[in-house]
């Protein structure tokens, strides 16, 4: 297993900066997020200039590099401008060595109608999104990377909420190139057994965001992440497990410490599950 952290996460003035800070504190990957869009991207990529690989991207810009999560929405053309984005983004992580994109289909509550009792929205969107991964999957996998489907939180997302959710669509879809990834903020709120969620998800989990039950540096809370971490290795993930959540502390510097002071829990919390 290895441990990325989001690039705005990551102390330093300049992107240069904060890929150094990342090699002298052992950070193994950098992941980008989509704002922005690919022309900020690759700036970013170009500055980090493999100092650490880039381990991942977050998110979803159209080709405008407008933030684009229209994958279950009911215009077409919103529909295709996500796709497009998507497909671009995941033609940079190719390029970059990337493990993949992360992308929550859809935002809040659902958008196509209820068409009860021929078919229910969820219906409707398992099939939009079965269709669309058939489309993106290939692409992704002839780019030698990953579309990482993200369950999120029922207050952030209607539609993915458990990681049986996720591997549903995935194994409806049964292509190449689509994967899992498991946030255990999110997981902490939606499942009643996170390492039982991981075994039972098993060979599609890709991809981990980390963060405690208080969406701070893990650490600062009480998930068992070395229960979770046993599971993993059971599993054979292999895998980036990024930092996607707040760092605690009023100052940089005191961020930086504590950031730096997480990082040795989860190393730590990887050796006591290597050992149980």
Known sequence: MKIAVQLGLLPGETVADKAKWAKDHGVDGIELGAWGGLNQMRREAEQINGIVPISSVCGNADLDGHASFDFLDPD???????????????????????????CPPIFGGPRVPDLSPVMTPLEIEDKLMVAICREIGPFAAAHNTLFLLE????????????????????????VEGIALLSDFFHMHIEETNTPQAFREAGKHVAHIHLADNTRMEP????IDFVAAFKVLLEIGFTGYMAYECGITGSTPQEKAQNLAKSLDYVRNCIEQAKKS
Do not use: M, W
């Open 76 to 102: 077409p053309n919103k529909r295709r401008k996500s796709i497009e984005g998507s497909k671009a983004i995941l033609a940079f992580c190719g390029e970059v060595g990337a493990a993949g994109q992360i």
């Open 151 to 174: 369950p999120l939180n029922r207050y952030e997302q209607h539609y993915l909420r458990r990681q049986s959710d996720g591997v549903r669509v995935i194994e409806e879809a049964n």
């Open 219 to 222: 650490g600062t809370g009480d």
